[in-house]
């Protein structure tokens, strides 16, 4: 339970930073899949690999009442933001899923900051098929997601004076 009901639970903040860092690491590693057998992007699985375990303890601590009031309960910008963000959650969860499926189309072994992973599909030859496609450009479009969500945090922040980054901030 976060001990000041105004902002998210300092576990749910941790997470929130820690993955957005995480997920901008996983994009700045990422690399196409042609040559990717003969040098696998290991940090890049791993990077998104995390962003996929810290998902769970962050729907724990959701359950736990992690999460504030919504700043105007009630209005359609309430709505928009728990859209947005089961959307977020929707691509943190599919994102690495369908990366670690991908790697196993291509037949790129896959581990975890060295351990090694099961592959989840049968190995093809040729294109790894449209959930690779899928990857690729839903790994960019989570970065634009992003900048959109900071610059609506920003616009509550300054415009609307509602103390949003306070209720992700630690201090
Ligand atoms: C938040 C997590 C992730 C993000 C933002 C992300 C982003 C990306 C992006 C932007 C690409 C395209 C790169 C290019 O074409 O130059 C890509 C490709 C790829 N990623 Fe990820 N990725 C994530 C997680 C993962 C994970 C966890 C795995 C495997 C365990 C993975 C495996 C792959 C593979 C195999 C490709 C090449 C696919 C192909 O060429 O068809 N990704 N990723
Ligand atoms: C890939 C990057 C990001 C993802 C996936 C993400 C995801 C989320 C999610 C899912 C929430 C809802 C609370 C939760 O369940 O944790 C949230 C809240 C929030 N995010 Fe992000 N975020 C990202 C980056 C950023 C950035 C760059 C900012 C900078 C301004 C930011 C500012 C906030 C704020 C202020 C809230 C609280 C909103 C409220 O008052 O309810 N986020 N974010």
């Keep these: 339970m ?10 749910m903040i941790v997470i929130h930073w820690l993955s957005a860092l995480l997920v901008f690491g996983a994009w ?31 729907l724990v601590l959701r359950v736990a009442g992690g999460v504030p009031e919504v700043v105007q309960p009630g209005g359609w910008l309430a709505v928009a933001a728990r859209f947005g963000h089961a959307v977020f959650y929707l691509f943190l969860i599919c994102l690495p899923l369908s990366g670690w499926y991908a790697a196993s189309r291509l037949g790129v072994p896959v581990s975890f900051f ?18 690779a496609e899928l990857h690729e450009n839903a790994g960019t479009i989570i970065l634009y997601l992003a900048g959109l969500h900071a610059a609506i945090a920003v616009w509550h922040q ?14």
Excluded at 4 to 11: E, F, H, L, Q
């Design 2 to 11: 976060s001990s000041n009901p105004a902002r998210y639970s300092k576990g």
């Design 28 to 58: 700045l590693t990422s690399t196409g899949g042609r040559h990717m057998a003969e040098n696998p992007p290991l940090l890049h699985f791993s990077l998104g690999l995390a962003v996929l375990l810290l998902v769970l303890p962050r």
């Design 114 to 131: 060295g351990i090694p992973l099961p592959a989840i599909a049968e190995r093809v030859q040729g294109a790894p098929g449209p959930v």
């Design 158 to 171: 300054f415009k609307l004076r509602d103390g949003t980054l306070q209720r992700m901030s630690l201090r």
